[in-house]
């Protein structure tokens, strides 16, 4: 059951995302790739992290926790509707020495991708 | 463990397809292949691209559409001893929108672009685009009215009230 994405989380995401706070973003590589399967015509990468954080800004975003990760930080998967089309995400928040949030996956749902 | 991934990943050069749209931004033109720093876990092999990578990406898709580069901006804007507010300003961009263009956190639209490029090719330049802002005030629908003779179309400029309509000598003070 998908429940609502804990508001610290999403804060702290979206300021990473959105270049408010101090921290970095590191995108996995075959998420990019995604994400430029998805969006062929979306011109630039900062326009994932804009999808990303508008959807997480949202107080009633939802999404479910995600424990088998590498790196294990605090990650979340959900499944948001962007320029018409839905997109699963999986975004993970890490405290190594700085902030880090790194993008897992921006892909259209795959089979099982429910939430 | 997870300072162990952190500090485990080795740095590497890998080749990243960048994908071109079209110019009407509905398909893909073409894919160029750029090598673009990342970073590789050994363990399981995968590679995360870095902030340095993801500005590459977005540079050479700038660079293959046209559009000036973030730091053309800056040295355009220092070409003309301009802020950023004031750069903003003469555009008539929101306050942080310059900003933002400078640092690659967005790019500019290719059609504002044009108006760039030709400040950049000095086709145009400052005391250009600050005699429009002076010499252009906008023209209320009741002025065009009374310049063309044709009935404005309905919009929600407030409108005079009626008998208080300047002459039309005073509307156009250039008409011969």
Sequence with gaps: MPNLVPEDWRKAVVAILKGRAPGRVEVRYRAMLEWQALFPESYFEYQLRDAFAKYLARDDATGRPVTDMTP????????????????????????????????????????GDTL | MNDDFFTRRESILTDFPVAIPTLDGKGVAETVTVKVPALRDPVDGEIYLTEEALRILDDTKARYMGLLLPRQLRELRQQFSLTQSEVSELLQLGEKTWTRWESGRERQSRS?????????????????????????????????????????????????????????????????
């Design chain 2, 112 to 176: 504002l672009n044009l108006l760039l490029k030709a400040l950049w090719d000095g086709r145009i330049d400052v005391a250009y685009l600050r005699s429009l802002r002076t010499s252009n005030p906008p023209i209320s629908p009741a002025s065009y009215s009374l310049l063309s003779g044709k009935r404005p179309a309905p919009t929600n400029y407030p409108m005079p009230p009626a008998g208080a309509m300047p002459p039309v000598a005073e509307v156009v003070p250039f008409a011969a």
């Design chain 1, 72 to 111: 294990p930080g605090i990650v979340y998967e959900f499944i948001f509707e962007h320029c018409g089309r839905l997109v699963y995400g999986k975004v993970g928040l890490h405290q190594p020495e700085k902030t880090v949030v790194i993008v897992f996956s921006a892909h259209r749902p795959l089979k």
